[in-house]
Structure formats: structure tokens, C-alpha cells
């Protein structure tokens, strides 16, 4: 099991940004492929964008293309989620996610069903 914490979350205003890091308080995902998804006041959490454990393929929700951007650190221990042009919609509470053991190399997952370990979540406001 992996225990994940995130950190960066804060109040913004909108068209700023901020930058999310995720890191394991226990055990390891640098083999595995990572994640972020988020959860509105009343609504469903959502995928947010995935990146593989080689690096290689990154995948990211429409809502958030060309906004935001995932990263790992050189020793894919540490996942990063850079958010650019912040909108008040994209206020949540954003959690990092670590895609179950086994899960292939080369392929960034999208469906939470595909992700064992969850931090505690970090809250992102956005103010207009």
C-alpha cells in the first residue's frame, strides 16, 4: 500500500496558477502510473489527467487541455499537476492518485477503477 500526501493547493484568483505535488509518506509508486482527479462541492469526482510510469504517454480531461500539465520528478517518486489559467470552475478538492500494482508501463489510465491508492486531497479555490 502506498500513502500519498498532497501539497500546493490554495486560494487564487482566476487566470493564476498553481502548482500540486504529490509524494509518498510510505511505500513507493515510482513504479506506477499516476494520477489527479477532483471533487466539486456536490458533484462526482472526476478525472483530471494521468501520466504512464514510463513517462512516455500522458492523458489529460478535455476541461483542463492545454491548461494544465502532469509531470514525475527525475526519480518518479514525486508527481506534480501545473495549473495554468485557472477558471472558478476548477475549484475542487484535487486528490493524487497511484494507478494499482501490475497496471503496464507505457499507458496513462484514466478510470478511478484503475487506481489503488489515494492521498487525502489537497482544496483548490478559484475566485472571479
Known amino acids: 500500500q502506498v500513502h500519498l500526501v498532497e501539497s500546493g493547493g490554495g486560494l487564487v484568483q482566476a487566470g493564476g496558477s498553481l502548482r500540486l505535488s504529490c509524494a509518498a509518506s510510505e511505500g513507493t509508486f515510482s513504479n506506477r502510473a499516476m494520477g489527479w482527479f477532483r471533487q466539486a462541492p456536490g458533484k462526482e469526482r472526476e478525472f483530471v489527467a494521468s501520466i504512464s510510469w514510463s513517462i512516455i504517454n500522458t492523458k489529460y480531461a478535455d476541461s483542463v487541455k492545454g491548461r494544465f500539465a502532469i509531470s514525475r520528478g527525475n526519480s518518479k517518486s514525486t508527481v506534480y499537476l501545473q495549473m495554468n489559467s485557472l477558471k472558478p470552475e476548477d475549484t475542487a478538492v484535487y486528490y493524487c492518485?497511484?494507478?494499482?500494482?501490475?497496471?503496464?508501463?507505457?499507458?496513462?489510465?484514466?478510470?478511478?477503477?484503475?487506481?489503488?491508492?489515494w492521498g487525502q486531497g489537497t482544496q483548490v479555490t478559484v475566485s472571479s
Open positions: 492518485a497511484a494507478a494499482r500494482p501490475g497496471l503496464g508501463p507505457y499507458r496513462a489510465y484514466g478510470d478511478p477503477a484503475d487506481f489503488g491508492s
